[in-house]
């Protein structure tokens, strides 16, 4: 399987954070062509600040290797990881990175600074950027459209509560 495929799959994931309202990131880590990880960002619902998609998915596969070195793995993730992310995958020795969305705000993988690639750490890994890149943006960016829309109903649905509506606002 190449590339894409698994990135299908950390796609997946990601759609399972937006069906229980998190934002859509997902990530698989994959080993000899075997998933061993899987985790979508469950930060809002167990209001856990370490709960993204990739530590989630590096927590299944140190689990399931009953060891915290994931040798041999690469970690597939919808968004370029963020400074925690990047340093856990520093940490348990994932030696290749494929990831879809840049995060020109957060990303601590080419972004805002690269720590998968720093020299002066002991561990560097590969990265494989723009994988699917459109998908992984568009799930994001369409995620934060329809929660803008959604403000504006519900503060829509309060004002006509409040005061009389008047026609102006019966037009709109
Ligand atoms: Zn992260």
């Known amino acids: 399987m190449n590339h894409e495929t698994y990135m299908k799959l950390a796609l997946e994931e990601a759609r399972k954070a937006e069906a229980i309202g998190e ?7 994959v080993q000899h062509g075997e998933v061993i990880g899987r985790g979508h960002n469950l930060r809002e619902t167990e209001q856990n600040p370490t709960y993204h998609a990739e530590m989630m998915a590096i927590n299944e596969a140190a689990e399931y290797l009953g060891s915290w070195r994931l040798e041999d793995c ?14 856990a995958i520093v940490m348990s020795r994932i030696p290749v990175v494929v990831y879809g969305a840049t995060d020109p705000k957060g990303g601590c993988s080419g972004s805002l600074m ?4 720093e020299p002066r750490f002991n561990h560097r ?11 992984c943006s568009t799930a994001l960016t369409e995620f934060f459209r329809n929660i803008r829309k959604n403000k504006v109903a519900r ?9 009389e509506t008047t026609e102006e606002e019966l037009e709109e």
Do not use: D, F, R, S
């Open 74 to 87: 690469v970690i597939y993730v919808t968004l370029e990881p963020c400074v925690m992310c990047a340093g």
């Open 114 to 117: 690269n720590l998968l690639t």
């Open 155 to 163: 503060h829509k649905g309060v004002v006509n509560l409040e005061v």
């Open 23 to 29: 934002v859509p990131i997902g990530a698989v880590i």
């Open 125 to 135: 890994a590969t990265v494989i950027k723009g994988i699917c890149q459109e998908e």
